[in-house]
């Protein structure tokens, strides 16, 4: 849910700027066309449908790492793909992922709309975006941008690796159907209203994207399948000799606050530039979650509990063991000083 939503919020504030780079605009010049200081935006999409998405890894896995069945060296390339598709099952109204990889619709409950998890313009995303000169003298000015999110369902088709094909003169590039693995079944997201801030410029709210919500009803994933590959014999079809790849079957999995009924959201997400002599020297993107506080301080947000409904193991048709539950789940990351609630997550490539 999150990379789509950056996603969104992105693509949204890339327009904005293409609108306001027509034309110069100071805030009376924006009052007298819009009633009030700033920009309104307001985008009313009720369903997304995505065919396909690959990430290529254009180096594979380097023999220089010494883990087996590496095959990339300095000089031969070995790209492979994690592929997002259709699952190729019959479409239903439970399985809309037949042909696409990704299909995003409004919330929906029973067949109709969710209005508890739905914004009250009924969009998919509401912006309120503001340019501030700042405080204090030198460069302080930023722009801000206030986004409200609709609640989601994000339906997610079978997720495999792949061989990658070698870059063309089009924008396609695709994989090699003839070499690939299913490693997901798939899965079902269910969300609720998020909102989040997002300031480029001075960040005086200290990074990027500040999220600082309560997601209604929780976070729900359903129908996940991690599927085993390595058991598969034959044509893997399932009947005798042909032994199916082995899978973990989820029905669904439940994320609230610790005895709660709602999952508090608490994250930022910064860009960190390049510096000599860092761990990461050429940067990296940075996620801290939770309240950061110490562990004789928490609130009630920083813990969570989890429940998991129908552990199946072999397949999904193989008996469930049963359900599992996980309460009060609390998360500790050292900020420099001490271990302090949330966590603290950093991606970058290599």
């Known amino acids: ?12 504030m890339a327009i904005s700027a293409n609108a306001m780079a027509m034309q110069s605009m100071d805030d009376a010049a ?19 449908d995505i065919e ?10 380097q023999t ?13 390339t070995s790209s492979g793909a994690i592929v997002i598709k259709g699952n190729g099952l019959a479409p239903s109204a439970t399985n809309l992922n037949s042909t696409n990889g990704i299909v995003i619709t409004a919330p929906m409950s029973g067949g109709a709309l969710d209005t508890t998890r739905t914004l009250a313009s009924h969009n998919l995303m509401d912006l309120t975006i503001d340019a501030d000169k700042g405080t204090g003298t030198g460069n302080t ?9 609709s609640g989601l369902d ?17 924008v396609r590039r695709g994989n090699d159907s003839t070499n690939y693995n299913a490693i997901l079944s798939g899965l079902t997201l269910k969300t609720g209203v998020t909102t989040a801030n997002i300031q480029l410029g001075a960040a005086p709210q200290g990074a990027m994207i500040v999220l600082n919500t309560t997601m209604q009803g929780g976070l729900e994933l359903k129908n996940l399948g991690i599927i085993d590959s390595s058991t598969k014999v034959g044509a893997g079809d399932g009947t005798a000799g042909n032994r199916a790849a082995g899978q973990i079957y989820l029905d669904s999995i439940k994320v609230v606050d610790s005895n709660g009924a709602n999952l508090t959201v608490n994250a930022k997400v910064s860009v960190v530039g390049k510096e000599t002599g860092a761990t990461n020297p050429n940067g990296y ?13 928490l609130v009630a947000s920083d813990s969570s509990d989890i429940y998991i409904k129908g552990v199946h193991l072999g397949s999904q048709a193989a008996a469930s063991i049963g ?13 420099g000083t001490a271990n302090v609630a949330g966590s603290m997550i950093t991606i970058s490539g290599h």
Do not use: W
């Open 141 to 149: 000015a930023f722009l801000n941008v206030a986004a409200a999110v």
């Open 30 to 48: 924006l009052s007298a066309a819009t009633g009030q200081d700033g920009i309104n935006i307001g985008i009313g999409i009720s369903r997304i």
């Open 64 to 76: 220089s790492t010494g883990i087996t069945g590496a095959t990339g060296t300095a000089s031969t």
């Open 323 to 335: 359900d599992v539950e996980v309460q009060k789940l609390t998360t500790y990351y050292n900020n």
């Open 285 to 297: 993107l940075l996620i801290t979650t939770g309240s950061g506080n110490a562990a004789g301080s």
């Open 1 to 12: 849910m999150k990379m789509f939503t950056k996603l969104a919020l992105v693509s949204s």
């Open 154 to 170: 994000i339906y997610i088709g079978e997720i495999g690796v792949s061989a990658s094909n070698a870059p063309g003169a089009t």
């Open 52 to 61: 396909k998405v690959l990430i290529h890894d254009n180096d594979g896995l």
